[in-house]
């Protein structure tokens, strides 16, 4: 079975929240609502350091539905509605949704909410509508530092795709050209090691989702 996922290269977001603003206009997300919010992590001084400028670091952290292996939501879901796909992604069948919210109580992220108008949880669906058609999800897509790539986690990060643009696309820069030509994570960032690589906090639920850090403090929890 697939299991799909996101991989973001921290050293590359710049926290312009494109990926939200992507989310939000495909999904139909209510202003205040958000399936993806990207914190700001630091400035905090550098370990050795002074404690004054430049001797601190930060990053952007773009938090989502983490499409966990074993997640806690779908344990606690009564109707069956938060459930586990074929493809690996955690969705939410709106029709069994009773809005008790206890999926959102479960969540070690806090990625989940109800929607006020129609009594249902909503959250991150990993775009299945656009993956469904072989298209990568908006919030990779729109990334603007090409700092996020999506994939199956079971054939690696390095296979992880990310759409390109020139010299690759031949100087074409229209959405229909770069969203069909694509560059893998191996190919595109910069290389990194095993102790670059984190995850956010693992309550037992085995989030998918990876981030990538090189030469800074990891303050994401867990790994």
Same mark, same amino acid.
């Given at each position: 079975?697939?299991?799909?996922?996101?991989?973001? @290269?921290?050293?590359? !977001?710049? =926290? *312009? /929240?494109? #990926?939200?603003? &992507? +989310?939000?206009?495909?999904?139909?997300?209510?202003?205040?609502?958000?399936?993806?919010?990207?914190?700001?992590?630091?400035?905090?001084?550098?370990?050795?350091?002074?404690?004054?400028?430049?001797?601190?670091?930060?990053?952007?952290?773009?938090?989502?539905?983490?499409?966990?292996?074993?997640?806690?939501?779908?344990?606690?879901?009564?109707?069956?509605?938060?459930?586990?796909?074929?493809?690996?992604?955690?969705?939410? @069948?709106?029709?069994? !949704?009773? =809005? *008790? /919210?206890? #999926?959102?109580? &479960? +969540?070690?992220?806090?990625?989940?909410?109800?929607?006020?108008?129609?009594?249902?949880?909503?959250?991150?669906?990993?775009?299945?509508?656009?993956?469904?058609?072989?298209?990568?999800?908006?919030?990779?897509?729109?990334?603007?530092?090409?700092?996020?790539?999506?994939?199956?986690?079971?054939?690696?990060?390095?296979?992880?795709?990310?759409?390109?643009?020139?010299?690759?696309?031949?100087?074409?820069?229209?959405?229909?050209?770069?969203?069909?030509?694509?560059?893998?994570?191996?190919?595109?960032?910069?290389?990194?090691?095993?102790?670059?690589?984190?995850?956010?906090?693992?309550?037992?639920?085995?989030?998918?989702?990876?981030?990538?850090?090189?030469?800074?403090?990891?303050?994401?929890?867990?790994?």
């Amino acid at each position: 079975m697939a299991r799909y996922a996101i991989v973001t @290269d921290l050293n590359r !977001c710049v =926290g *312009c /929240q494109a #990926c939200s603003a &992507a +989310c939000k206009t495909i999904n139909g997300v209510m202003p205040g609502d958000f399936w993806i919010k990207t914190l700001r992590i630091g400035p905090t001084p550098k370990e050795g350091g002074s404690g004054d400028w430049p001797d601190v670091e930060m990053y952007f952290l773009p938090i989502q539905c983490q499409h966990c292996e074993d997640p806690e939501c779908v344990k606690v879901c009564p109707t069956q509605a938060s459930h586990v796909t074929e493809d690996g992604t955690v969705q939410i @069948d709106k029709d069994k !949704c009773i =809005g *008790c /919210q206890f #999926c959102a109580m &479960a +969540c070690p992220y806090g990625v989940r909410y109800l929607n006020e108008e129609e009594r249902v949880v909503e959250k991150c669906t990993l775009c299945e509508q656009k993956i469904a058609q072989d298209e990568l999800p908006p919030c990779v897509a729109q990334c603007s530092a090409r700092a996020r790539f999506f994939g199956d986690i079971e054939k690696g990060v390095g296979t992880f795709e990310a759409p390109w643009v020139v010299p690759v696309t031949g100087g074409d820069v229209s959405y229909e050209k770069q969203s069909k030509t694509r560059i893998t994570l191996e190919e595109c960032v910069q290389p990194f090691s095993e102790s670059d690589v984190h995850h956010l906090p693992n309550a037992g639920n085995d989030p998918s989702f990876v981030y990538i850090l090189r030469n800074r403090t990891w303050q994401g929890g867990g790994e």
